[in-house]
């Protein structure tokens, strides 16, 4: 596993994330990895937005979801990645060592 340092600055207001490390297999994983250390997302193609797993279920049963995070992160096309390391025993794919977050 290595570490990586991934930012964006497609959303740089309020209430987003400008960077983390993160803890990945490759550059592409990086891009993946949502930079939240308390709240898991993943990226929907089809939605083009990050979900949580409330997100799907709503999906799931036809519900209408609030997609509120549109602008915290950023599309994984837009993240810059630069490996920075090798993780630690112990870590794994998707683990968020620390992040940048600009509170509003």
């Not at 930079?35 to 799907?56: F, G, I, M």
């Amino acid at each position: 596993m290595n570490l990586y340092f991934i930012s964006q600055n497609q959303n740089t207001g309020y209430d987003t994330y400008d960077s983390a490390v993160v803890v990945a297999k490759n550059e592409e994983e990086a891009k993946l990895i949502y930079p939240s250390v308390w709240r898991e997302q993943h990226w929907s193609e089809e939605k083009q937005a990050w979900l949580d797993e409330e997100d799907e279920l709503d999906l799931k049963l036809g519900r209408e979801i609030y997609i509120y995070n549109d602008y915290s992160w950023t599309n994984p096309k837009d993240v810059k990645v630069e490996l920075i390391g090798k993780a630690v025993p112990g870590l794994k794919a998707g683990d968020v060592i620390c992040s940048s977050f600009n509170a509003g």
